[in-house]
């Protein structure tokens, strides 16, 4: 539980900014094109942190490590919060950004903790708190600027991450490291990751998932302000909590990567994310075929971003860090990709156009995973063979996990 709200708290200065620039705009007295630079700022330094960052995790004690990226990016939300400038408002957020890759710590420290037998169920719930802070903050943001203003809410995030940071100090155990390897060396073989044919095929269906989810969130308000429905911003992020309940509901789709099915379930999910469409095209039509739509494609993204998770970290025992960090990277390219994508998409062809760039993302998901199917399986061999003789040198019974 203590993970999932590092995550949830850690991505969620990211995106709070999204429901509310126009009101910061205001505020700060800022044209309309400079508004976009307040959500990019915070994306820009995340992307950096993962390419930079999160690869520490694999050299230094991951307890020390969590809670100094909480507390620094305390500090770049205490800053946007006090902000009356613009460059200041930047710097906070990209400080915020660089650090809230604590979430990817976070989750290969989890996936360490756990036995194989339970990685999947561990990151399934860890994970959950992810999707959960993606849209969990449009909904809070909403709310609590419409009672205090908006910098309420970077305050209110500064004070959850410190009091996260005294949390994982008194309840995390010790991550001691016994790695001689130098940064350069870390960083060195995080670039060799791209050449190996698992990364990069989960790399490209996370690339072309999360462009599917962002041309969904990142377009969804445009045909709800339309007719017939002029939905305001408060009842157009009452469809987060519709997103929250398939994210949530696939956080079990660990088990089935525990059973060693992950494989499996990333094949009927992407399928789930083609199908959720055909829903969510209608919402020119029928609000609850949206619904429907948004809670499938949640729960199919979840899905496959656990199994990926499951299955990279299970191949990489000794870069999970690294692993996860660099997958990351195609997390967040294809985010941005798709919620480019979607309103020049939107503007050429309506929410239709839309529809079908996010069908296409997902379509484009499902063929890289039919082609590399075996990829995923020979990596399952791989690992189990792994698991079983560390676990007879070690005199014990496979399945227990030991820390290092």
């Not at 993970?3 to 429901?19: E, G, K, L, S």
């Not at 993204?301 to 990351?328: C, R």
Request: hydrophobic share 55%; glycine share 12%; proline share 2%.
């Amino acid at each position: 539980m203590l993970f999932a709200v590092i995550c949830a708290v850690a991505v969620a200065t990211i995106y709070v900014a999204q429901p509310v620039l126009a009101e910061i705009g205001g505020d700060l007295g800022l044209p309309e094109a400079d508004l976009g630079w307040i959500v990019t700022t915070g994306q820009l330094g995340y992307l950096i942190g993962l390419a930079l960052l999160v690869p520490l995790g694999d050299m230094f004690d991951r307890r020390k490590l969590i809670a100094t990226h909480l507390l620094l990016a305390a500090v770049g939300m205490a800053l946007a919060a006090v902000a009356d400038q613009l460059w200041l408002l930047l710097a906070g957020l990209a400080i915020a950004g660089l650090f809230a890759v604590v979430v990817q710590t976070t989750v290969a420290f989890a996936a360490d903790l756990s036995t194989p037998a339970e990685r999947g169920r561990t990151l399934g719930a860890v994970t959950s708190g992810v999707i959960t802070g993606i849209l969990g903050a449009r909904v809070l943001a909403g709310s609590l600027a419409a009672l205090w203003g908006w910098r309420s809410i970077y305050g209110l995030l500064a004070v959850l991450l410190i009091a996260l940071t005294c949390f994982v100090l008194r309840l995390l155990p010790s991550d001691p490291r016994d790695v001689r390897a130098t940064y350069g060396a870390v960083l060195i073989s995080l670039g060799r990751l791209f050449r190996e044919r698992l990364f990069v095929s989960r790399g490209l269906i996370a690339f072309f998932l999360f462009a599917s989810f962002g041309v969904l969130w990142s377009g969804l308000a445009l045909p709800l302000e339309a007719e017939p429905w002029h939905l305001s911003t408060a009842q157009i992020g009452l469809f987060g909590i519709a997103g929250l309940a398939g994210a949530l509901g696939a956080s079990r789709a660990g088990r089935g990567a525990d059973a060693g099915r992950a494989n499996v379930v990333t094949g009927g999910a992407l399928a789930l994310l083609a199908a959720s469409w055909l829903a969510t095209a209608q919402a020119s039509w029928s609000l609850w075929a949206v619904v429907v739509g948004v809670i499938v494609l949640d729960f199919a993204v979840q899905a496959v971003h656990v199994s990926n998770q499951h299955l990279l970290t299970a191949a990489y025992p000794h870069q999970k860090s690294s692993v996860i960090g660099g997958y990351m990277l195609f997390y967040s390219l294809g985010s941005a990709v798709g919620a480019t994508g979607t309103t020049a998409a939107y503007s050429a062809a309506g929410w239709t156009g839309s529809s079908l760039l996010g069908a296409a993302f997902a379509l484009c998901a499902l063929m890289i995973w039919a082609v590399n199917r075996q990829a995923a399986t020979d990596a399952r061999t791989n690992s189990k063979v792994r698991v079983s003789a560390t676990a007879r040198s070690a005199g014990h019974t496979p399945g227990l996990c030991d820390r290092r």
